[in-house]
């Protein structure tokens, strides 16, 4: 039981990190989107994300533990990719820098997913069934927040997919007008 309680609070350590490092990215992320649903979405994000802290320092509470971050090296990485897709973002149209948007928030969603799946995983084999229900509700959030991005870049990816072909309908008819 000792090592599954150092195991889960070094998990709670690291997801703490996380989150905290995603309070201070999210912001960039809202002011990068274009897409109104895409900003909408990262602003409600942003506030669950603070929701998630409060709910990490609650485990830490039950877990009669100091709510002490430790250096989460993975968010860390994926946070400096999101600022370069936000960067080269810059360069694009927005459709496309939305989409990028979209590919590096689902990343760091599906990275907040596995973690939460593990420390859930360990609380179970505690039987902290109190400690499961606040990892639980936080890893439901965090699924819910992939599926509404995937949502939200449906419509952007078939307006991708729609801009050549209106191009090349375009060049079409400048040919047709010519003769």
């Known amino acids: 039981m000792e090592l599954l309680q150092e195991l889960l609070t070094e998990e709670l350590k690291d997801l703490l990190s996380a989150e905290n490092q995603l309070v201070k990215a999210l912001p960039k992320m809202v002011r990068a989107a274009k897409d109104a649903d895409l900003k909408k979405a990262i602003e409600e994000h942003l506030e669950q994300t603070k929701g998630h802290v409060e709910r990490l320092k609650q485990v830490f509470e039950l877990m009669e533990e100091k709510p002490r971050a430790k250096a989460c090296k993975g968010m860390a990485g994926l946070v ?23 590919g590096a ?63 090349e309908v375009e060049e079409e008819e400048m040919e047709e007008e010519e003769v």
């Open 80 to 102: 400096e990719e999101g600022q370069e897709v936000i960067t080269e973002g810059k360069q694009k149209d927005e459709t496309a820098a939305d989409l990028a948007l979209i």
């Open 105 to 167: 928030a689902q990343r760091v969603e599906h990275y907040e997913i596995a973690a939460y799946g593990t420390a859930r995983a360990i609380a179970e084999q505690m039987e902290r069934r109190d400690i499961v229900k606040l990892l639980s509700q936080t890893l439901a959030e965090e699924e819910k927040a992939d599926q509404l991005l995937s949502q939200v870049a449906q419509p952007l990816l078939e307006q991708a997919g729609q801009e050549p072909e209106e191009e």
